[in-house]
């Protein structure tokens, strides 16, 4: 076995999580790679059934538990077998051969204990992906200034597209709440795991996000197939925002409000269920509290 499992979560997107798998594997550095099926009804498993074997295992959960709940059964089964470090991916990132070996070679020009170092995720045209820009840290320290000379820059919070974690640092701060479903599951989880240990982001280390498009998450324009999910935006972040405090309780409210009036401004359509939407995710986060469970 590998000190290292690359944890990549799937539903219904076979051919890109077949490139996915084929991607890891021509990594520099040897990594297993742990598959968490959401209940796929594609034939996800017989598609990829060649590659499943010694290095890549196939792990079918009964019920689809959405990102977040795939997430933290992939990390948890992760750390019960014993992998020193765990990297995680969605089923759309496509890995370059250095993308790990860059990662690893940030850890010895880092002196302290790291929670997690990710790499910039770039969109197919080589841009920066916009729904995975990651938060910087604004007042550094000197040793810090020295990381970031090298092009390791210190971050709090991140998207789950490429980051490699700790083990140890999993299991002091515990698992990503699979409450979440989807949505803001990545944001939570880093800035827990950023107040308790040291993160980077390392330039050097590039991914591809095979997304359809770069626009990043709008309410406002996004068509209205895709309004429900963001019920799940509204309702964990402000769930995020109130384990912050005040000051990212008023940062959500004033987020909300400028959404609001957007939709009510500019939406081509269905504006009573995109206004719909926002309010029940708010309402319903006011007493959503899920627990942090750890890895016994």
Same mark, same amino acid.
């Given at each position: ?74 990390? =948890? ?6 992998? /020193? +470090?765990?990297?995680?991916? #969605? *089923? ?6 250095? @993308? ?70 999993? =299991? ?6 699979? /409450? +979440?479903?989807?949505?803001? #599951? *990545? ?6 795991? @950023? ?102």
């Amino acid at each position: 076995m590998n000190n290292i499992a690359a944890v990549v979560v799937t539903y219904n997107r076979k051919e890109l999580l077949r490139e996915c798998i084929e991607a890891l594997k021509t990594s520099t550095c040897s990594v297993d790679v742990i598959v968490i099926d959401n209940n796929s009804t594609d034939g996800t498993k017989e598609y990829i059934a060649d590659l499943i074997g010694k290095d890549v295992i196939y792990k079918r959960l009964k019920k689809n538990l959405g990102g977040a709940g795939g997430f933290s059964a992939g990390m =948890k089964y992760a750390v019960k077998k014993g992998y /020193e +470090y765990i990297w995680i991916m #969605d *089923d759309d990132t496509i890995v370059k051969e250095d @993308s790990l070996e860059a990662l690893l070679s940030a850890e010895d020009e880092i002196s302290d204990d790291f929670g997690f170092v990710s790499s910039s995720v770039k969109w197919i045209d080589g841009s920066d992906c916009k729904m995975n820009m990651q938060t910087y840290k604004t007042n550094i320290t000197d040793y810090e200034k020295t990381y970031a000379a090298k092009g390791i820059y210190p971050v709090k919070a991140a998207t789950f597209v490429s980051l490699l974690f700790s083990t140890k640092a999993i =299991k002091q701060v515990g698992l990503p709440l699979k /409450e +979440y479903f989807i949505w803001g #599951d *990545d944001k939570e989880y880093t800035l827990r795991m @950023s107040s308790e240990f040291a993160c980077y982001n390392v330039v050097a280390s590039e991914v591809i996000h095979k997304m359809n498009n770069n626009e990043g998450s709008n309410i406002t324009k996004d068509d209205i197939g895709r309004i429900d999910r963001y019920y799940y935006a509204y309702r964990n972040d402000f769930a995020t925002a109130r384990s912050q405090g005040i000051k990212d309780l008023l940062i959500y409210m004033a987020g909300f409000m400028l959404n609001a009036v957007r939709i009510i401004l500019f939406a081509p359509s269905n504006k009573s269920k995109r206004l719909g939407i926002m309010l029940k995710g708010l309402k319903d986060g006011i007493a959503f509290r899920p627990r942090v469970r750890y890895v016994k």
